[in-house]
């Protein structure tokens, strides 16, 4: 015999259900929280009943200034989760204080968001100074400011990270996560403090996002798979990098990148690839720049396979990494040096495919014409070019 329900008992029920997949607002002051406090054990307690609440739940951190040491949320939780930061989070600013390599981590989520128009404010002046990491070395004991590992089908927006001490966001092995209007903010003179890094991700898109930093605005690592960024507002910095790639062995491929309708303002590059002579088999391929606008930027477009900083490596054996599939197209505006375009490819495994069309970047210097160098790389070329491809060689 089926089970009969009234009408006023299905009402009921379904009202439930509905309440139980709203979730609830979680705010950090219910857990004791203060403004210009401490705020770490109230909102890791917060965070923990929210991940374990079935429905879509929200963890608040209401205006105002905190203190934050270092946390990690994670998951999995029974339902979405989101953390809105609505006020300022100031980090230690000793750098022997974090043993984790991160300020803040989020692991393993399924349906995460993190909004709310706050700052995580990482106080990274305190370290930048010091002569370990005075730009010349790598500073990686410092921590990473932002760190999503394993995200899947996250959204990040409306948050602004400031001063980082190292990066400012890295993601690994994370699928299906957009970052919307995020503004990264440090001085040109902070070392290492990559805006945005990719490894081991697919389905990323950054998108109407401003950064303006001391090292890459975006850098995308190996098995970056699949990335969209366009809107994107870079500099001060070193512009959108590929790589470097070909360092370690057993690298995932590259493929699938799509850099549109971007500007950079008085940055280092503007797009650029870039791998490791005496590098380890890799490849990277099907990559798209296109609508991009730079202003006084050193070199506009980038293919680099003689990166090697601080004499790390063998210069002169070449690159394994194959470079393929790569389109420039609609890349106009005004660079600081002659070095307009530089396509500098590996002799064992010459870049292959690479189309140009419609460049025209204008460089003013009393030191000679706009140049456009081509080293083992025939490019197809189209439409207007300025400077004429291959003109510097």
């Known amino acids: 015999m089926g089970l009969k329900m009234n009408l006023p008992t299905i009402a009921l029920f ?31 307690k917060a965070w923990k009943d929210a991940c374990q609440t079935p429905g879509t739940n929200t963890v608040v951190i209401p205006k105002g200034t905190y203190r934050l040491g270092a946390v990690q949320f994670m998951g999995p939780c029974k339902g979405h989760i989101e953390l809105q930061v609505r006020g300022i989070l100031l980090a230690p600013g000793d750098r022997g204080y974090f043993k984790s390599g991160s300020w803040v981590n989020f ?27 005075s730009g010349i070395r790598y500073c990686g004991d410092l921590p990473i400011s932002l760190r999503f590992d394993f995200i899947t089908n996250g959204l990040i927006k409306d948050i602004t990270s400031l001063d980082s001490k190292q990066f400012h966001i890295n ?22 403090t ?18 303006a930093t001391g090292d890459d605005c975006i850098s995308l690592g190996d098995g970056s ?32 990148v799509n850099v549109v309708n971007c500007t950079f303002i008085n940055t280092q590059n503007g797009v650029r690839i870039k791998t490791w002579p005496n590098s380890f088999a890799g490849t990277a391929s099907d990559m798209r720049f296109e609508n991009l606008l730079m202003k006084n930027v050193s070199t506009s477009m980038l293919i680099d396979q003689l990166y090697c900083p601080w004499n790390q490596c063998k210069a002169q054996i070449p690159s394994k990494v194959k470079i393929s599939n790569i389109s420039f197209k609609n890349i106009r505006g005004t660079a600081s040096t002659k070095d307009v375009v530089k396509l ?29 160098q081509c080293v083992n790389i025939k490019p197809t070329t189209s439409g207007r070019l300025y400077p004429p491809p291959c003109s510097s060689h």
């Open 225 to 256: 798979e699949n990335i969209l960024i366009k809107g994107v507002t870079c500099g001060p910095g070193h512009g959108i990098s590929v790589g470097s790639l070909g360092k370690y062995k057993n690298e995932a491929p590259v493929v699938g």
């Open 107 to 133: 692991q393993r989520i399924d349906g995460f968001t993190l909004s709310g128009g706050g700052t995580f404010d990482a106080k990274g002046k305190h370290v930048w100074g010091k002569r370990s990491c």
């Open 194 to 211: 990559d805006g945005i890094h990719i490894g081991r991700s697919t389905g990323i898109k950054i998108i109407d996002t401003k950064i």
């Open 14 to 44: 379904l009202l439930l259900a509905a309440a139980s997949a709203a979730g609830a607002n979680i705010n950090i002051r219910k857990y004791g929280a203060q403004v210009n406090s401490d705020i770490t054990p109230a909102l890791t």
């Open 171 to 192: 993601l690994l092995g994370c699928k299906n996560v957009s970052f919307q209007h995020v503004n990264v903010i440090a001085p040109d003179h902070s070392p290492n």
């Open 344 to 372: 500098l490819c590996s002799k064992s495994f010459p870049c292959q495919d690479v189309k140009v069309t419609d460049i025209d970047i204008r460089y003013s210097g009393r030191d000679g014409p706009a140049t456009f």
